[in-house]
C-alpha cells in the first residue's frame, strides 16, 4: 500500500494499530473500486459513509467523496445520499457497535425497505476504540474493561437478524481473505437493493481472534442464492457462540427486488424541474 | 352592524365535526369573508368532545372568539360545554335525534339521512344545511361548496341537503362582504408551501401531531411539486437522513413536535459541524413529555435556541400565522442554504392546525435563492477557509470534486485533525460565518410592529400569541411588538421597536416566560407579564381583562 498511484489514498497519517484487520478490508475495498472503475463506473459517483469507531476512520483515508457522521447513523447518512442522487454508488463502513449496538433499528430498517446501499459491517466483537468493551457479538465470558468479571450476555447472529429482515444480498467476509472479501465487495455494490456484507475482523490490541478464525472459516461453495431455506442453513451452521463449528464465509443470499428508491422516485418527475408550476392550481383545491 | 361571527360545531371523535367546520368556513369563503377556525380535539379516534370553531369576519382575524353566536351539535354534550358561551342573540342548532333541548332549533339529521339511505357520516350535510337556511345562504352556494368538498356519493349529499334545506326555516340574513375570495390554508399547508416555493427536494418525517399535516399535505401533493415525501422509522433516521440527502445536493426538510425534536437534538450538532444545511419545523404542543398531546404551547423556545453539544448558532425563526409561515418556510430553507446551517422554525399546533385566510399575492414573496455553489475556481475543498466563513459548495457525483463532509473537527478538505492549530483554524472559519448570520439577520424584517407605534405602553408576543393580542393592542390603542426571527437575536430592530416604550407586558404560552429570559439576555425587561399554560391560547377577551388591568 506504499504505492499511491491509485490516487484513493489521502495525506492522512493512518492511526489503526499495526496488524489491525481494518487494514486488510481497506485494501480489498481500494481493489474493488479500482475493478468496479475498470467495468465503468465513475469514481466521482462513489460515497463512503462512516460513522465513529476504528474501522470508520476509513474516510479520511480513501481520496473518495464521503460523509462521516455520528455513532450508529451512516446508514441512514447513506440511504439520504442515495435518495438525494440515484446514480451515487453509497458504501457504508460501520462496526459492531455502530451497526449492532446503537444504530441497528437502522440496519433493520434500511434492509426492510431494500435501500440501494452497500453496508460492511468490520465486526471486531468489542468496542475497540474505547479500549474493548462489550458489544452484541461479544462472545458470553468476554472480559473487556466493563465486563472484568466475563460478559453476561450472551451474542446473536447479525446475519440472522439481517435475513428476517428482508435484506436482498447477505454475504459474510473474513479481513484476512483479501480477495475473497474484494470480490464479496464487488458483489455487493453492483447488487441493486440493499447489499450487507458482515467481514470478520481480529481486533489486535482487545479481542485477537485472527487463529480463531484462521481455523475455522472456510469458503462457501456455490449454492442457490435465490434460496431463504439455504440461506438459513448456513448462516445458522455458526452462531457465534458454539466454538466447534466452522465458520462459512461468501454469499448466503442475493434476490432481486425493487429497490426503496426507485419505489418512491418512480412516483415522481424529478428529471424534469417543473416545480412551481402547479403551486396556483394547488390553492385553487384550498377555496 | 359588524360583520363578524362565531360558529362552533360540535361532537364526537369521527362524527365528521372538523370537516363539517371547514365546510361552513368555505360557505362564508364564498360569501366573502376571512375565517380563522380553531380545531379542538382529544388524542382519540372515537367518542370523547371534539370541536371547531370558525370566526368568519370582514377583516382578516388570527384568534377565535370567546362568544358563540351559532352552536350547532351533533351530540348532547356540545351543548352542555358550550351553552354557557353563547352571545345574547346567539342560536343553538341541534341533532334532534340525539339531543331534546328546550333552546333552539333542533333538526332531524339522522332520521333524514336515514330516511334518503345515507350513511350516519352524511349528518354532518343535513346540520350544515339547516344551518345555511337558517342564515340565509343561497342554495346554489350551498350546493356549489358541497359539491367542491364531498367526493363519495355526493348524489346522495344532494338530496339530503335539498330536503334538510326545504324543511328549514329562514330566521336572518348574513350579508355578503364584497371582497375577492381567498384560499383557506392550515399553517401546515402554508408551511408547505413556502418550502416548495423555496425549491424543496426531500421531505422527511415520522408522524407527530402537530406537525404531522406537512407529511400528509406533501405526500398527497408530491406529484403536484414535484418532490420525495418520506416517512422513516424514527426522527434519528428522520433528520439523519434528511441531512445526507442534503450533503448531496437536495433541499431538505424534516418536521416534528418537541419530543421528536429532542431526539433529533444529536443530529442537529452534526449539521452544524459539517455545515450542512437541513430546515426542521418544530411544531410545539403541551410539554413536558407526552404532556396534552393535541393541545398548544410556546415552551419550547429556550429548548430549541440552546439544543445541540457544542457551540454553535442556528436561525431560529417563530411566525405568527399562515402568512408569515408561509414566508419565514421559504425564506428558512434559503437560509439554510446560504449559510450551510441548520435552522428551525418554531411553530405550534395553534399555527399549524388552525385554518386562515391566506393572501395568494404573497406566494410571489418568496422564491428559490441560489447558494454559494463552487465554479471550479480553485482545487475543491469542501471546507475552504473563506472571509466570511462559507465555503462553496459542490456534490458527490460532479466530476474533478472529491467532497468530504465530516463530524469530526476536519481541516479545509474534510479530513479529521486534532491539533490546536487546525483545531481553532476552522472554529474562526465558523465563527466568521455565525458573524455573517447576525448580520443577515439585521438586513430581514426580524421583527414585526403592530397597533399604535407610538405608543409608550407595548406588549412583546411571538408565535401564534399575536393573532389574539393583535386584536386588542388595536382596541387598547398600544405597541404590539412581535420578534419573528430568535437567533441570531435582532439586537438592533427590537432597541428601535422599544423606543420611547416606558411599560413592557410580555404575553406568552408557557409557564417560566420564556421569551421573556431572552429578552433579559439582551437587557430587555418587561415590566409585566401574562402568562398561560393550559394547552388552549388566550382568547381576546381574557387578554383585555388582564393587559387593561395591568394598564
Known amino acids: 500500500m506504499k504505492k499511491n498511484n491509485t490516487g484513493l489514498n489521502t495525506y492522512c497519517e493512518n492511526t489503526w494499530c499495526p496488524g489491525c484487520g481494518n487494514f486488510g478490508i481497506l485494501q480489498a475495498f481500494k481493489q474493488a473500486i479500482i475493478s468496479l472503475e475498470k467495468k465503468g463506473m465513475p469514481r466521482e459517483n462513489v460515497v463512503v459513509v462512516s460513522g465513529i469507531g476504528c474501522n470508520s476512520k476509513i474516510t479520511d483515508y480513501l481520496n473518495l467523496n464521503s460523509f462521516t457522521s455520528l455513532h450508529g447513523r451512516p446508514i441512514t447518512s447513506a440511504q439520504g445520499i442515495k435518495l438525494a442522487n440515484i446514480n451515487l454508488k453509497v458504501i457504508v463502513f460501520s462496526g459492531d457497535g455502530g451497526s449492532y449496538n446503537e444504530g441497528i433499528s437502522h440496519l433493520i430498517h434500511a434492509a426492510k425497505r431494500n435501500n440501494d446501499i452497500t453496508v460492511l459491517v468490520s465486526d471486531n466483537r468489542n468496542f475497540a476504540l474505547t479500549t474493548g468493551q462489550f458489544t452484541a457479538t461479544s462472545p458470553k465470558g468476554f472480559k473487556g474493561v466493563s465486563s472484568p468479571e466475563g460478559n453476561i450476555e450472551t451474542p446473536f447472529n447479525p446475519l440472522e437478524i439481517i435475513l428476517s429482515s428482508k435484506a436482498t444480498f447477505i454475504a459474510r467476509g473474513y479481513s484476512a481473505k483479501i480477495e475473497h472479501l474484494e470480490n464479496l465487495i464487488i458483489e455487493g455494490i453492483k447488487h441493486k437493493g440493499f447489499s450487507f456484507i458482515e467481514i470478520l475482523q481480529p481486533c489486535v490490541s482487545f479481542f485477537n481472534n485472527y487463529q480463531f478464525y484462521q481455523e475455522r472459516v472456510y469458503e462457501l461453495k456455490k449454492h442457490d442464492f435465490t434460496s431463504l431455506k439455504e440461506a438459513q442453513e448456513k448462516i445458522k451452521e455458526w452462531d457465534y457462540i458454539d466454538e466447534t463449528k466452522k465458520i462459512p464465509i461468501g454469499i448466503f443470499y442475493k434476490i432481486k427486488k425493487p429497490t426503496y428508491e426507485e419505489a418512491v422516485l418512480n412516483r415522481l418527475n424529478l428529471s424534469k424541474k417543473e416545480k412551481q408550476v402547479n403551486l396556483k392550481k394547488a390553492l385553487n383545491d384550498h377555496l | ?551
Open chain 2, 1 to 551: 352592524m359588524k360583520k363578524d361571527y362565531s360558529i362552533l360545531i360540535g361532537g364526537q371523535a369521527g362524527q365528521g365535526s372538523r370537516r363539517a367546520g371547514l365546510i361552513i368556513a368555505k360557505l362564508f369563503n364564498q360569501l366573502g369573508y376571512r375565517i380563522f377556525i380553531y380545531d379542538d380535539y382529544q388524542s382519540l379516534i372515537k367518542g370523547g368532545h371534539n370541536f371547531s370553531k370558525i370566526r368568519v369576519s370582514e377583516k382578516q382575524v388570527l384568534s377565535q372568539r370567546l362568544k358563540i353566536d351559532f352552536l350547532l351539535a351533533l351530540d348532547k354534550k356540545t351543548i352542555e360545554k358550550h351553552k354557557n358561551d353563547l352571545a345574547d342573540n346567539g342560536i343553538i342548532i341541534y341533532n334532534s335525534d340525539k339531543i331534546k333541548e328546550k333552546q333552539g332549533i333542533g333538526v332531524p339529521i339522522e332520521t333524514t339521512v336515514r330516511e334518503l339511505g345515507g350513511i350516519s357520516i352524511m349528518a354532518n350535510t343535513a346540520l350544515i344545511s339547516a344551518f345555511a337556511k337558517i342564515i340565509g345562504v343561497e342554495r346554489k352556494i350551498l350546493e356549489k361548496v358541497l359539491k367542491k368538498e364531498i367526493k363519495k356519493g355526493i348524489d346522495l349529499n344532494l338530496k339530503i341537503a335539498r330536503k334538510t334545506y326545504n324543511e328549514t326555516k329562514n330566521l336572518i340574513k348574513i350579508d355578503k362582504v364584497e371582497k375577492q375570495i381567498l384560499p383557506l390554508l392550515s399553517g401546515n399547508e402554508a408551511i408547505s408551501l413556502g418550502m416548495i416555493k423555496a425549491d424543496l427536494d426531500l421531505y422527511i418525517a415520522y408522524p407527530m401531531t402537530p406537525a404531522t399535516g406537512i407529511l400528509h399535505y406533501l405526500v398527497s401533493h408530491q406529484k403536484y411539486f414535484n418532490i420525495s415525501a418520506c416517512q422513516f422509522e424514527n426522527e434519528i433516521s428522520v433528520i439523519n437522513t434528511a441531512i445526507g440527502g442534503a450533503f448531496a445536493g437536495a433541499r431538505t426538510a424534516v418536521g416534528t413536535s418537541g419530543g421528536g425534536f429532542a431526539l433529533m437534538v444529536e443530529a442537529l450538532s452534526l449539521a452544524a459541524q459539517s455545515e450542512t444545511p437541513i430546515l426542521i419545523i418544530e411544531s410545539q404542543r403541551m410539554s413536558p413529555a407526552s404532556g396534552v398531546p393535541t393541545c398548544t404551547a410556546q415552551s419550547d423556545l429556550l429548548f430549541t435556541l440552546t439544543a445541540g453539544h457544542g457551540d454553535f448558532l442556528r436561525f431560529v425563526i417563530a411566525p405568527g400565522d399562515a402568512e408569515q409561515s408561509f414566508f419565514w418556510a421559504g425564506k428558512a430553507l434559503n437560509l439554510c442554504w446560504k449559510y450551510q446551517t441548520p435552522s428551525i422554525l418554531l411553530v405550534d399546533k395553534e399555527i399549524s392546525e388552525s385554518t386562515f385566510s391566506f393572501n395568494k399575492n404573497l406566494l410571489e414573496n418568496i422564491k428559490y435563492e441560489k447558494p454559494l455553489l463552487w465554479h471550479k475556481e480553485k482545487e475543491y475543498k469542501r471546507y475552504r477557509i473563506t472571509k466570511n466563513g462559507i465555503s462553496p459548495l459542490a456534490f458527490p457525483g460532479q466530476k474533478n470534486i472529491v467532497s468530504k463532509a465530516n463530524s469530526y473537527e476536519h481541516d479545509e478538505f474534510g479530513i479529521t485533525v486534532d491539533d490546536e492549530k487546525a483545531v481553532e483554524k476552522m472554529q474562526l472559519k465558523r465563527l466568521r460565518k455565525f458573524q455573517s448570520m447576525r448580520e443577515e439577520v439585521e438586513k430581514l424584517k426580524a421583527v414585526e410592529v403592530y397597533g399604535n407605534k407610538t405608543s409608550e405602553k407595548a406588549i412583546v408576543a411571538w408565535g401564534s400569541t399575536i393573532g389574539p393580542v393583535k386584536e386588542i393592542v388595536e382596541e387598547l390603542n398600544i405597541k404590539l411588538i412581535q420578534p419573528i426571527i430568535v437567533e441570531p437575536f435582532p439586537e438592533k430592530q427590537m432597541k428601535k421597536a422599544l423606543k420611547g416604550v416606558k411599560k413592557l407586558i410580555s404575553v406568552e404560552l408557557n409557564a417560566l416566560g420564556q421569551m421573556e429570559k431572552v429578552l433579559n439576555c439582551y437587557g430587555i425587561k418587561p415590566n409585566e407579564r401574562i402568562l398561560k399554560y393550559n394547552g388552549r391560547p388566550f382568547l381576546p377577551e381574557e387578554l383585555r381583562e388582564k393587559i387593561s388591568k395591568i394598564l
